[in-house]
Nanobody
Framework: QLQLVESGGGSVQAGGSLRLSCEVSGLILDYYSLWWVRQAPGKEREGVA?????????NYADSVKGRFTISRDNAKNTTSLQMDNLNPEDTAVYYCAANGDSSPYCRLDYDGMDYWGIGTLVTVFS
């Protein structure tokens, strides 16, 4: 059964850290580029970070560059998002998404991913 299940969300004080994980089942992850996308209340969905299927090149939104790190472990069929120095503007539901491709690059503004998780809520309080 194909599933993307996020975990690791929660509430944290500004300046703190969280690590989100996404466990993928039903796919051979080697052939998929992976994204973390967030949606804050009243705002549009925003690509935060992505990692390509070939070569593992990464791309980050300017708002998280230097604070967030995306990674993937194809052997464990997981992707993670390490989030450091969080601020209240990072409060959102975070989704992982996967798209089947064979690409050395990924675009943050791409919104046509094949598969999505149900999301995990991150709340950052000051």
């Amino acid at each position: 059964q194909l599933q993307l299940v996020e975990s690791g969300g929660g509430s944290v004080q500004a300046g703190g850290s969280l690590r989100l994980s996404c466990e993928v089942s039903g796919l051979i992850l080697d052939y998929y580029s992976l994204w973390w996308v967030r949606q804050a209340p009243g705002k549009e969905r925003e690509g935060v970070a992505c990692i390509s299927s070939l070569g593992g090149s990464t791309n980050y939104a300017d708002s998280v560059k230097g604070r967030f790190t995306i990674s993937r472990d194809n052997a464990k069929n997981t992707t993670s998002l390490q989030m450091d120095n969080l601020n209240p503007e990072d409060t959102a539901v975070y989704y992982c998404a996967a798209n089947g491709d064979s690409s050395p690059y990924c675009r943050l503004d791409y919104d046509g991913m094949d598969y999505w998780g149900i999301g995990t809520l991150v709340t950052v309080f000051s």
